[in-house]
């Protein structure tokens, strides 16, 4: 049973293509309810990697990439149907790839790289989380008016953690770079 949480992790990955297929079609409450579950088996994989003592290498890396091809995927997508701002999009996108660049440059550097999500990190992508999730039911259930201030909060939650989580990153690898430069 070691297998079951990155099992459950390619699923999600499985999933984005599907929601994102959902959407275009205009299908938001069947995308409701694929992300809603793929939301939950992130949740799921964790709790059993840890349970069934099945935490792994290939799991460390896969569930964060995991995340980020689903949440990065899905504000794409619904940033350019116009459904989230471009700005955010533009913000998810740049921490992204600052985060995958920094882990790069760090590996190059330094030789070694460990997965570590920081707390703010986890915090990002429950937000963002969060604000696909209000913007994919304000559309499925026609709930529009009724969530744009959960939405809008969503949103600048979403700008808020996104910044604090890439500065985070820099800062933490800068210092790992630094200090692997003063040992040799």
Do not use: H
């Amino acid at each position: 049973m070691s297998w079951l949480p990155n099992i459950i992790t390619v699923a999600r990955l499985f999933a984005v293509p599907v929601i994102i297929g959902l959407i275009l079609f205009e299908e938001y409450t069947a995308a409701f309810w694929v992300f809603a579950i793929a939301g939950l088996s992130d949740a799921l994989d964790g709790y059993l990697a840890v349970k069934l003592k099945a935490v792994t290498e290939l799991g460390a890396y896969l569930d964060p990439i995991a995340d980020k091809i689903l949440v990065v995927g899905l504000c794409l997508t619904l940033g350019f149907l116009g459904q989230i701002p471009g700005w955010v999009v533009s913000f998810v996108v740049l921490r992204d790839v600052l985060i995958v660049s920094g882990a790069f440059l760090v590996l190059m550097v330094t030789g070694s790289l460990k997965m570590e999500p920081l707390t703010v990190s986890k915090l990002n992508t429950l937000a963002q989380i969060v604000m696909v999730g209000l913007v994919l039911a304000a559309q499925g259930f026609s709930l529009d008016g009724q969530l744009d201030l959960a939405c809008d909060i969503a949103i600048y939650t979403v700008a808020a953690t996104t910044f604090a989580s890439g500065a985070a990153y820099v800062y933490l690898w800068s210092r790992r770079v630094v200090m692997m430069q003063r040992r040799a």
